[in-house]
Nanobody, 124 residues
Framework: QVQLVESGGKLVQAGGSLRLSCAAS????????MGWFRQAPGKERESVAA????????YYADSVKGRFTISRDNAKNTVYLQMNNLKPEDTAIYYC?????????????????WGQGTQVTVSP
């Protein structure tokens, strides 16, 4: 499996921006579909965005379309989530995950490798 480490989460005011990073190691990064997921207190983990092996295909949850952008740099074994116009409802722990030869539309249960998460808090 691939090992994942997220970074970039912090406290930000509504309307602000953040960029999360997820560094991967251990396997051929370009063989993995990469996804960002989030879990708010008392809620189930939900898909936020995903990106295919080459970056040519992406998926976004309706709640973040037009505000968040997922990207990857296979040379750096890193996937990013640029979050703009943040809202208080975006507050959650954000997780990076990897699925070998997967699909950008896969549910969280299909992703076999997970990072430890990074906290994003958006104040009103």
């Amino acid at each position: 499996q691939v090992q994942l480490v997220e970074s970039g989460g912090k406290l930000v005011q509504a309307g602000g921006s953040l960029r999360l990073s997820c560094a991967a190691s251990g396997r051929t990064f370009s063989n993995y579909v990469m996804g960002w997921f989030r879990q708010a207190p008392g809620k189930e983990r939900e898909s936020v965005a995903a990106i295919s092996w080459t970056g040519g295909s992406t998926y976004y949850a309706d709640s973040v379309k037009g505000r968040f952008t997922i990207s990857r740099d296979n040379a750096k074994n890193t996937v990013y989530l640029q979050m703009n116009n943040l809202k208080p409802e975006d507050t959650a722990i954000y997780y990076c995950a990897a699925e070998l030869w997967g699909s950008v539309y896969s549910p969280p249960t299909m992703f076999g490798s997970w990072g430890q998460g990074t906290q994003v808090t958006v104040s009103p």
